[in-house]
């Protein structure tokens, strides 16, 4: 009997196809299912559509999920396959991440023109990202340095580098593995001292959570340890309600059956942060993260909230 594919749904960019792929090759391996057991469905999303300003700007959580998630929720998608960067804390009743692979490396990679090192770089060079941690991480770091947004899929970022728009350009390592592209990286940033966005470098499946065929489908396929490091480091974000503006870094590792966690929440100029450590066993991985978060809320005060409105 010929059963109907399985829709997957993604955005269209090269790294979001790239990852929409691996997902259907761990689906097809873990099952023993032909390619044409899945149909991959390409959709536009409003921050693919969106491209002159930047994303903390557009504002709204789910800039990247929406279309996606209107169509798993009618059924028209059996599931759909992200950056769990990417992901807002809340999601739409009735869908949730429901399936996690196992996690690339976590580390932002440094793209250097002028130099092949952040702390090599000449005075008051110009560095382009447009993400809110980096820019803040690379301030508290690098005080000189003059920090420009910087938008647009990985290809665009490295040709503006390329044409001397900037001296350098930070991007995730994961991504530029997956899109076969690490030759252009110049350095690896420590964890410790440019710590990455929570879900950094996890691909996370997004699917409807009264559906069993398809949790029976996706568990196979589902990490274990990402899974907890990602529900630790959501809960980190969730309890200081990361909304786009808030320069949040967090990682969770899983070692010998215990999660080590740490984050640290920044200052959009990088002059000010709050940094906290964590342990603890993996079952209580969401609490883990959310009681890190709220200490450092606390320490930090309302006061270190307001300089990001
Ligand atoms: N917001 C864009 C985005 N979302 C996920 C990745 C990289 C892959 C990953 O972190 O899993 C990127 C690009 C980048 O940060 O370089």
């Known amino acids: 009997m010929q059963m109907k594919p399985y829709r997957i749904g993604t955005r269209g960019s090269p790294l979001a196809l790239a990852q929409a792929h691996e997902t259907r090759s761990r689906l097809m391996a873990a099952h023993g299912l032909p390619e044409d057991a899945f149909e991959i469905v390409v959709l536009s999303t409003k921050g693919d559509r969106v491209t002159d300003r930047p994303l903390s700007e557009i504002g709204g959580k789910g800039l990247f999920t929406e279309e996606l998630e209107e169509q798993l929720s009618d059924g028209r998608l059996d599931l759909a396959v992200h950056s769990s960067k990417d992901m807002p804390t809340a999601l739409p009743e009735g869908l949730g991440l429901v399936a996690f692979l196992e996690r690339e490396d976590v580390r932002d990679a440094f793209i250097g023109r ?12 110009v560095v382009g990202s447009s993400s809110l941690r980096r820019q803040a991480l690379i301030r508290r770091l690098r005080p000189d340095l003059s920090v420009i947004t910087f938008r647009g899929q990985v290809e665009t970022r490295l040709r503006k580098l390329g044409e001397g ?4 350009t930070l991007l995730a390592h994961a991504g530029l593995k997956r899109l ?91 002059s000010v942060w709050h940094d906290i450590r964590r342990e603890g066993p993996l079952g209580d991985a969401a609490q883990l993260g959310a009681d890190a978060g709220a200490e450092v809320r606390d320490r930090a005060g309302s006061s270190f909230f307001d300089s990001w409105t």
Not at 114 to 125: C, I, M
Request: contains cysteine; charged residues 20%; hydrophobic residues 40%.
């Open 180 to 270: 076969g592209n690490t030759g252009v990286i110049t350095e690896l940033l420590d964890p410790e001292s440019f710590p990455p966005a929570p879900g950094q470098g996890a691909i996370c499946i997004e699917a409807r959570t009264n559906d069993e065929r398809i949790a029976e489908l996706l568990a196979p396929i589902n990490h274990a340890d990402t899974e907890a490091a990602l529900l630790c480091e959501r809960g980190f974000l969730g309890a200081l309600d990361g909304s786009c503006r808030t320069p949040i870094a967090g990682l969770a590792r899983v070692a010998g059956g215990q999660l080590s966690f740490y984050g640290m929440i920044l200052t959009p100029d990088g």
């Open 114 to 125: 002028s130099a092949p090192r952040l702390e090599d770089l000449p005075l008051n060079a």
């Open 165 to 168: 728009q900037v001296d350098a």
